[in-house]
């Protein structure tokens, strides 16, 4: 909003500074294209950081200012005034063109957030550049996207994307998440979305998790990539989310029926029937999922099946990491060779099965080279092999049973490999590659990832941290009606 406040006659002032500035600018462009032909002689005079200071020392010391935004805030009585010149708002933002077309002095009125920001945002406008830090990013991208300052905008939700592992006090990414879907920005709503299921066990620690909205807690209950240590650990979260917010009731049984039962153990499930005042408060609503959890444990899943589809979210595990459900492995310095490990998971989640085990053998290559790649001998030199470079080589990860048993009848497994990485101070997972039994391997495994330079970003001191998790998927192999 803008206010008319007082106008002046600034022409020859305005265009006599324009004038200065177009001739700065011109000055630096003209120098940076002194390369003449491959002229020898040629060189490059840049300087552009004296243009930046020079322009600074304009926005602080209002020299040749030829008009005036006067900033007000709920928070001041006083406003903020700036004394700023036209071309150089207008360059970058429509808005400030459109507002200083007819006028010279212009009342402004921001909320305290952004009006605390406002002369950091006006430095960006003169300088092309701004410090921000995790607290300033939304009022930041407020006044960027009020004003239409499009470069600053896009800067900020990249500078957002990236800070997600960044670490604060009371948290971030559930705020930004929030921001994202009233600004529209699917991009970073999706980073963030992923950030929080990838990381779910941190956040659910944190101050943060208190303030998640229903929408953000029902699609994170429905995705079945969450990591975390176990079911039961997610049910206790989501019991003290509902205690502190007490939602009503249609949402409160909404967000239970979201919870997998049949993966938590009988034992666990008796004592929360007993203990937890959430579950029962809102019995009615989830007791059959309770007692179809309780068949599930008691009968064989092949038998299950034949009653029950299995084939939907409430028996599909999530990225559990419960050492019954997988294993951690730390490989040191991971470009140097081959390694090989082996684990033993429980067969699946099902107490009829608690007692049965499949051991997995994992085998790592940091340079196994496709088939295409690999040595052959030439017919145009005789016993020539082409040259093959390690570069050429991508990290492979394979997975296999070392064992097959009539009790797999009914289930296949899906596998998945968490890749955790370092960031500002904090081991969180940056990648998740899952896999079906139909294949042995991820093909498209750390790709990107070079692990040749111990400062590559996959890597922990020289160290590369994955955890593996086997899924068991249940699936009807005859199907009888109830």
């Not at 049910?235 to 009503?248: C, D, H, I, K, N």
Request: hydrophobic share 45%.
């Amino acid at each position: 909003m803008a206010r008319l406040t007082g106008t002046r006659p600034v022409a020859t002032r305005r265009w006599g500074c324009a004038a200065a500035f177009l001739l700065l600018l011109f000055t630096v462009q003209a120098a940076q294209k002194a390369d003449f032909s491959g002229d020898s002689t040629a060189a490059t005079i840049n300087h552009s950081l004296t243009l930046l200071q020079r322009l600074q020392e304009l926005l602080q010391n209002g020299n040749g200012s030829d008009s005036v935004l006067r900033v007000r805030s709920a928070a001041s009585d006083e406003p903020k005034v700036f004394h700023t010149h036209q071309l150089l708002l207008s360059l970058q933002s429509e808005v400030f063109e459109s507002l200083l077309r007819n006028q010279s002095v212009v009342t402004l009125y921001e909320p305290p957030e952004t009006a605390a920001l406002f002369e950091k945002f006006i430095r960006y406008l003169y300088c092309g550049g701004v410090s921000i830090l995790l607290h300033q990013a939304i009022p930041m991208h407020q006044l960027a996207s009020k004003y239409r300052v499009w470069g600053l905008q896009r800067g900020v939700a990249e500078y957002m994307r990236t800070h997600l592992a960044s670490e604060s006090s009371q948290g971030h990414v559930v705020g930004w998440y929030h921001y994202a879907v009233r600004v529209g920005d699917a991009a970073l709503q999706e980073s963030c979305l992923q950030f929080l299921a990838w990381n779910l066990s941190a956040v659910l620690g944190s101050a943060e998790w208190g303030s998640v909205s229903v929408e953000l807690l029902l699609l994170l209950l429905e995705r079945s990539d969450l990591v975390l240590h176990s079911e039961l650990e997610l049910y206790t979260a989501v019991e003290g989310w509902l205690s502190r917010r007490q939602p009503e009731a249609p949402v409160a049984e909404r967000v239970l029926r979201a919870i997998r039962y049949p993966m938590i153990a009988p034992s666990q499930l008796f004592r929360l029937q007993a203990q937890s005042a959430v579950l029962a408060q809102h019995r009615a609503a989830v007791q059959d999922l309770l007692f179809q959890a309780f068949q599930f444990h008691a009968a064989s899943p092949l038998h299950f099946a034949k009653y029950f589809d299995v084939n939907c979210s409430m028996f599909l595990p999530r990225n559990y990491l419960a050492p019954s459900w997988g294993s951690q492995w730390v490989i040191t310095n991971p470009a140097r060779d081959d390694r090989s490990t082996s684990f033993q998971t429980q067969l699946g989640p099902s107490s009829h099965d608690a007692g049965k085990r499949v051991t997995w053998n994992v085998l790592f290559s940091p340079r196994w080279l496709p088939v295409s790649l690999r040595p052959v001998y030439s017919d145009s030199v005789a016993g020539a092999i082409q040259p093959v470079r390690i570069e050429d080589g991508r990290p492979r990860l394979v997975i296999t049973p070392a064992m097959s048993s009539p009790d797999f009848a009914g289930v296949t497994f899906q596998k998945t490999v968490l890749v955790g990485v370092r960031q500002q101070g904090r081991v969180l997972v940056k990648h998740a590659y899952s896999f079906h039994q139909s294949s042995d391997e991820a093909a498209d495994f750390l790709v990107q990832a070079d692990l040749q330079k111990r400062t590559s970003e996959y890597l922990i001191d020289n160290s590369l941290h994955l955890h593996i998790i086997i899924k068991p998927v249940y699936h009807s192999l005859i199907k009888v009606k109830k």
